[in-house]
C-alpha cells in the first residue's frame, strides 16, 4: 500500500525555519531584514497569491503582504508575524541553529522565526490541496514588532478593520498555551531640569535634578498594583555631569503595562501628570499608551473555542492565558476576533539559550492549516 508522504514532516518543515533563522534580523539592521523578506517573498513565487512589498521607513526594514489568490472581496483572515528579533548581529555565533534533542535553537527561532514560518507551510499545504479555504487569506510580515512597530501598525490596523479573523504567531506559551488577552504597553520619557551650582562651596544655590528623579522614581514605584495587574517599571535613568556640581539635568525611560482600558486611562493619566516636589525645579513627562490593552472579547472567545475543537481532534488539548507582553494582536483585537499565541512551543524569548520544540512543529502547523481550512 503506498501512504502519501507527510506534508508536515517536522524535519522539512525545521530546514525551512534554519534557513530564516540563519538570516540575522536586528530590527534595527534593516538590510538584513530586508535579505530575509526577499527570501520569505521568494517562497510564494510559485503560489496562487499576489506579493506586496512596502518600502520600509524611518531605520526599519520592508513590510511584506501576501494575499491569496480567492476570497479577497470580503473579509477574510489575516495572519501577522514579524521577521525581526532583538538579537544584534553577531549573535548567531553565540548561538548558533543547532538541534539537540527535542530543542533547535537559534536567534528569533521561537520568537518568532518558527511560527511565521509554519504559518507560510500550512499556507503551502493549503494550496497544494484541490479546495481553497471558504475565506481568504493575507498573510502580513512586518519588519518593527521588537521596538512597538511604530511603522507597521497603521498598516496592521487597516488590513485588521478589513478582516474578519486575526491569527498572530507569536510563540505559544508555557507547554503549548494559546493567548487571548495581552496588557497594554505605555512607554514615557521624564525630562528633569534643575539648576547648577558648585556642590562644594555654593550647595545653597543649587536644585538638584538628580533628587528631584528619585521623588518621581518613588512616585513611578508607588503606582504598582500586582493585584489589579498594573506594572510601572523605571528602566533607564540619566543625569548629572560630575560629583562635585548639583546636577541641573535628569532624565529616565518608564513602561507602563495595563489589563484594561480603564486602567490605561487611569495610569497613562497619572504619569502624565506628574509634578516637581521642589521649587525652582521642573518635571515635564512625554509619552503616551504604543499598544493598546488586547481584552478577551466574545469574538476573541469564540474563536478560541473553535480552535481548541480543532487542537482537540488534532489529539492535544488547548488552554488559554492572559499575557503581560504585548504583541501586533494589540492592534486589532479591539475591532475584530483575534487569537494569538499560535506559534511554536518552546522557551528562551530574547534570550542566549531561545529554542523550539521540534516536536510542537507539526501539531501547530496542522492547527494553522486546519484553521485555513474551517473559519467561516
Known amino acids: 500500500m503506498v501512504t502519501r508522504s507527510n506534508p508536515f514532516d517536522s524535519a522539512t518543515i525545521l530546514d525551512g525555519i534554519r534557513r530564516w533563522v540563519e538570516i540575522e534580523t536586528p530590527t534595527d539592521t534593516p538590510e538584513q531584514v530586508n535579505k ?9 513565487r510559485d503560489l496562487p497569491a499576489t506579493i506586496e512589498r512596502v518600502a520600509g521607513v524611518d531605520g526599519c526594514g520592508d513590510h511584506l503582504i501576501i494575499r491569496s489568490a480567492w476570497g479577497q472581496e470580503r473579509p477574510g483572515i489575516l495572519v501577522l508575524s514579524h521577521l525581526d528579533t532583538v538579537h544584534p548581529m553577531g549573535f548567531i555565533e553565540r548561538l548558533p541553529f543547532k538541534v539537540e534533542g527535542d530543542s533547535a535553537f537559534g536567534p528569533g527561532i521561537y520568537d518568532m522565526k518558527g511560527g511565521a514560518y509554519i504559518a507560510h507551510h500550512a499556507f503551502r499545504v493549503l494550496c497544494a490541496t484541490a479546495d481553497r479555504s471558504p ?3 493575507t498573510h502580513m510580515f512586518t519588519s518593527d514588532e521588537e521596538i512597538g512597530s511604530p511603522t507597521s501598525r497603521a498598516l496592521i490596523e487597516q488590513e485588521g478593520r478589513k478582516a474578519k479573523y486575526v491569527l498572530v ?3 505559544a506559551r508555557d507547554g503549548g498555551k494559546i493567548v487571548t488577552g495581552r496588557k497594554g504597553v505605555g512607554r514615557f520619557e521624564v525630562f528633569i531640569k534643575g539648576v547648577p551650582a558648585h556642590a562644594g562651596t555654593r550647595p545653597e544655590d543649587g536644585r538638584s535634578a538628580i533628587r528631584e528623579l528619585a521623588n518621581v522614581i518613588q ?12 506594572t ?5 535613568v540619566r543625569g548629572g555631569t560630575r560629583p562635585n556640581v548639583t546636577p541641573e539635568e535628569a532624565y529616565a525611560e518608564v ?3 495595563v489589563p484594561s482600558f480603564t ?5 497613562v493619566g497619572r504619569i502624565l501628570g506628574l509634578k516637581s516636589r521642589t521649587e525652582g525645579v521642573t518635571v515635564k513627562v512625554t509619552g503616551e499608551l504604543n499598544r493598546p490593552p488586547y481584552e478577551k472579547s466574545n469574538s476573541g472567545a469564540a474563536l478560541f473555542e473553535h480552535t481548541r475543537t480543532l487542537a482537540a481532534e488534532l489529539g492535544f488539548d488547548l488552554i488559554d492565558v492572559h499575557t503581560g507582553g504585548g504583541s501586533d494582536g494589540n492592534f486589532t483585537a479591539a475591532h475584530t476576533g483575534t487569537l ?7 522557551k528562551g524569548a530574547h534570550t542566549h539559550f531561545e529554542q523550539l520544540y521540534v516536536s510542537s512543529l507539526e501539531p501547530r502547523a496542522r492547527l494553522l492549516y486546519r484553521l485555513y481550512q474551517t473559519l467561516r
Open 36 to 44: 530575509l523578506v526577499s527570501l520569505v517573498a521568494d517562497h510564494y
Open 340 to 346: 494569538d499565541g499560535l506559534g511554536v512551543d518552546g
Open 263 to 267: 486602567d490605561a486611562e487611569e495610569f
Open 169 to 171: 504567531t507569536e510563540p
Open 135 to 137: 475565506l481568504g487569506i
Open 255 to 257: 513602561d507602563l503595562r
Open 219 to 230: 512616585a513611578l514605584e508607588g503606582m504598582n498594583d500586582l493585584k489589579r495587574g498594573v
Open 232 to 236: 510601572v517599571n523605571v528602566g533607564v
